[in-house]
């Protein structure tokens, strides 16, 4: 397991300023950035490769961004597509019961967004701590 860091510009990581080193752990982390307002760094772990660490990357700050626009709607200049999914994704999510909610986090993820709307749903259910760990 290697641990990726790349520099982060408006939401996009750069490829130009990737750094790899050893993870400290060999089980798998949850990507992460220095600040979801305004990430500067984006931190991913993968076993396959700085060309996954680069894709591990967009996504979480694809995610990061549509959690914003969510959260703080005025934080950010525009809102993306990916922003609407998400939204209208967690907006769903919210409306449904726990059960429901419960039910859905079973479906399988099939397209990038699929993936927002799935962690919409999780976003929703730690919110109402719902969440088994």
């Not at 996009?12 to 949850?30: D, G, K, N, V």
């Not at 959690?67 to 998400?86: F, G, H, K």
């Not at 994704?89 to 429901?100: F, G, H």
């Amino acid at each position: 397991m290697h641990q990726y860091t790349l520099y982060v510009h408006e939401f996009h990581p750069q490829a130009a300023s990737l750094t790899s080193e050893p993870a400290a752990s060999s089980t798998a982390l949850e990507p992460a950035v220095d600040d979801a307002r305004n990430p500067t760094r984006v931190t991913v772990y993968t076993t396959t490769g700085a060309a996954a660490a680069l894709r591990i990357a967009r996504r979480h700050l694809t995610l990061v961004h549509a959690r914003l626009a969510y959260t703080s709607p005025d934080a950010v200049d525009r809102r993306t597509a990916a922003d609407i999914v998400y939204a209208e994704a967690r907006t769903r999510a919210e409306s449904l019961a726990p059960e429901q909610r419960k039910e859905e986090s079973y479906h399988a993820i099939h397209s990038e967004d699929d993936g927002l709307r799935m962690d919409a749903l999780t976003d929703a259910m730690d919110a109402r701590g719902e969440l088994d760990t």
